[in-house]
């Protein structure tokens, strides 16, 4: 009968979970705003939090298997749905625009942080997200015009231009580098931000090196070189993340060992981005004159 009612703890009712929910939210952000994260008063905060965790993920283990079929049936059965998930030409497609229009935002926000701030870290980040987003582009513009699949010449031109680009990106990024390991540049967050960021980034992450592994299987080279492109964004924004936990949790670790962390992260950022850029020219490469040469060995017949 015990373990009855404390299994039952774990399944309160909605309202239940939605207000608790709302008051720990309401309450980390007091604890962390407030400086309070050893107060006797957070480790309340805290377990109340897990608790409430705990209940939202025993509800979404119970209800979302049944939920999940009819959510499935809901999407395949609306036409835009349906191709968003079964067109994988289509999807790459309308992430471009998205992912375009995101690189856009982001440029416009470190220039308007550099001018208010007055610091070249943001400058350094707006040429960054720039090149991206012309990467980007131009990979929109091919599709617009000549489409997935059409001329595989052409794509493998497109693809090839936008590693060369590709390899750009790291001036830029051993500029940030250098910035954060002497000019204590940086990201920071406060509060219970920083997990948000967090779990963002790590998200991204993991998405990017799936979809670079599947869409690399397809043999599109302009799709495989957009997901490279989300690639290389991933993994700086990982090492936006660690300078922002450093920023929030690094009081206690010495300084020397902070830019260590930092410059063997940039250092392995860096190596993999231009890996990635490398290889897509090489193949790229090869492969154009392995059709070329066949179409004049066919031209002479």
């Known amino acids: 009968m015990k373990l009855k009612k404390l299994i039952k703890l774990l399944y309160p009712p909605l309202w239940l979970i ?3 929910t709302l ?39 119970k209800n979302l298997p049944g939920k999940y079929k009819a959510i499935k049936k809901i999407v395949y059965d ?26 856009l935002l982001y440029a416009v926000f ?21 090149i991206l987003a012309v990467m980007r582009f131009l990979l929109l513009r091919f599709v617009n015009r000549v489409g997935i699949g059409e001329n ?30 002497y000019q204590g540049k940086g990201y920071q967050y406060n509060g ?28 599109s080279p302009v799709m495989t070189m957009s997901k490279i492109i989300n690639m290389a964004a991933a993994l700086v924004s990982m090492l936006s993340l660690e300078t922002a936990m450093f920023a929030s949790f690094g009081e206690k670790m010495p300084i020397e060992d902070q830019r260590l962390m930092i410059m063997l992260t940039g250092a392995g950022v860096s190596v993999i981005i231009v890996a990635m850029a490398v290889y897509s020219i090489v193949k790229n490469t090869k492969e154009i004159k392995r059709i070329t040469e066949n179409k004049n060995e066919q031209g002479n017949l």
């Open 78 to 103: 609306n036409p835009l749905g349906n191709r968003m998930i079964t067109d994988i030409e289509y999807r790459t497609h309308a992430f471009l625009y998205g992912s375009l229009a995101i690189n």
């Open 18 to 20: 939605a207000l608790l």
């Open 152 to 181: 595989r010449l052409k794509e493998l031109y497109r693809s090839r231009l936008c590693g060369i680009i590709l390899l750009t990106v790291n001036l830029f990024l051993s500029g940030a580098v250098m910035m954060i390991l």
């Open 110 to 130: 470190n220039a308007v942080s550099g001018f208010i701030y007055n610091t070249a870290w943001f400058f350094i980040l707006v040429f960054y997200y720039t």
């Open 192 to 219: 219970i931000l920083i997990y948000v960021i967090a779990l963002y980034t790590f998200w991204v992450t993991g998405l990017a090196i799936k979809n670079l592994i599947t869409f690399r299987k397809l043999g």
């Open 23 to 61: 008051l720990c939210a309401a309450a980390l952000i007091f604890v962390f705003v407030k400086g309070m994260e050893t107060h006797p008063i957070s480790y309340f905060v805290y377990v109340l939090s897990f608790y409430t965790l705990t209940a939202i993920v025993m509800l979404c283990i």
